[in-house]
């Protein structure tokens, strides 16, 4: 039997369980939302241009591949600058990769992250008030 390239595909005692893309997906999203330093997860709307997704739709900011081997997922998301990008995305990479393997009881072979904006805090000027 073919296995279809948009679902993610186990044949166990009782029969077949099918997740699709976008199960995997939600799982992602949430799993990166949920990491401190996680501004949100974006998409390309104009060449070069981001915007934040809303939660019901995190599957405009990630992709998923399905395989016979695993799932390879490629976020694209806005980090705040102050917790540093590079640990951010080290997070997000290690949280995806478990949630996924839990949920779904399948291998994700690499977790991909596009830091597409950073968000700076906005500095308040004090020494104007002595």
Avoid: C, H, P, W
Wanted: charged letters at 35%; proline letters at 0%.
């Amino acid at each position: 039997m073919e296995e279809k390239k948009d679902l993610l595909t186990s044949e166990g005692d009782y029969g077949r369980i099918d997740v699709s893309k976008d199960v995997i997906a939600i799982i992602a999203g949430l799993a990166t939302v949920d990491v401190e330093g996680v501004v949100g997860i974006t998409y390309q709307v104009k060449s070069g241009t981001y915007s934040l997704v809303q939660k019901d739709n995190f599957s405009k900011g990630i992709d998923i591949k399905v395989s016979d081997d695993g799932v390879t997922v490629s976020i694209n998301l806005m980090t705040d600058y102050e917790k540093g990008i590079y640990s951010v995305a080290k997070e997000v990479q290690k949280k995806v990769k478990e949630m996924i393997e839990k949920m779904t009881g399948k291998k994700v072979n690499r977790v991909d992250i596009n830091v597409t904006g950073v968000k700076i805090k906005e500095k308040r000027e004090e020494q104007n008030e002595g």
